[in-house]
């Protein structure tokens, strides 16, 4: 399952938006040939001349690192991909590959048996869940979880998991943006931060690996654009994955407390929604209940204002708005354009947390 979209730890710094009209998929979705032993079949070596030979060598041994840590996840409604984060047998996927359900079928690297494992939290807003085997075997191998913040657009970077149920496959590509923030079409939620990548991402790659030339995972993957043309198929070189720096902090969290309890992520404070103007077609986000003590209160916002526009940003409609904020942290102060009895006002707002 691969979503049609981090922000614990991330680096501050101006989101890229994309264009509303961009639709995205979840990447959701049999088998690899396989050794006698269950584990994946040995690619033949073939001679390559110099350089040419170095990088070979260099993908071969990321590849040996990293696969055995991706794992296929099955659900009663489809498979992704997960990547195993530690020895006690905790699994990081994406909150939209383990949907409603609580117990999956986990086929570990070695194809040898498929094992039970359980739901232990998911954070839909920034697609990340984590799951644990109930009996996870000696041998588990966790994958080393790099610093995101360091990655720069154009290193080279593989992608592990099991594309439309294609067992331990790997696809290549480079970083080609970060700090991206994507709004799926039909999700309340917008997500920030993301690491844009040329790499391959379809169906069944959700909650794998993105994973750097030194053997790092620098990024969950966890949708792909679709192309606009209405055929449904996704645009090629254009993936997305969670940034690792996210997935530690959240992860973390729902490990040691069931949930995550500091998402790190900027928010206003108020209950909003969409309203319309006179051509009916989205006008701003009007404020219908400001949190007591919070953000927009203690900006002056009141219920009945009209935000249109947040730290530079334009602000149409509550996708606008989540969008604004995904390239902000909660402290950051931010001057808020909205409308109040027909006057257009002006107001610095210091932004919390969701």
Known sequence: MTRSHTRGGRRAGAVALCAAAALFAGCTGSDSPRGSDGSPSPTASVPVPGGAGELQEAYQKVVDQVLPSVVQITTTDG?????????????????????????????????????TAELVASYPDEDLAV??????PDNLRPATFGESDEVDVGQIVLAMGNPLGLSSSVTDGIVSATDRSISEGSAEATIGDLIQTSAPINPGNSGGALVDLSGRVIGVPTLAARSPGGDGGTAPGLGFAIPSDTVRHLADQMIEHGKVIDSDEAAIEATVRTVLGDDYLPAGVTVVEPEEGGAAADAGLRPGDVIVELGGVETLDTTGLAEALASHEPGDKVEVVFRRGGEERTVTLTLGER
């Open 79 to 115: 498979l992704g991909s997960g990547v195993v984060y530690d020895d006690r047998g905790h699994i990081v996927t994406n909150a939209h590959v383990v949907g409603d359900a609580e117990r999956f079928r986990i086929t570990l690297a070695t194809g040898r048996e498929d094992r």
């Open 131 to 136: 799951v644990r085997l109930v009996d996870p």
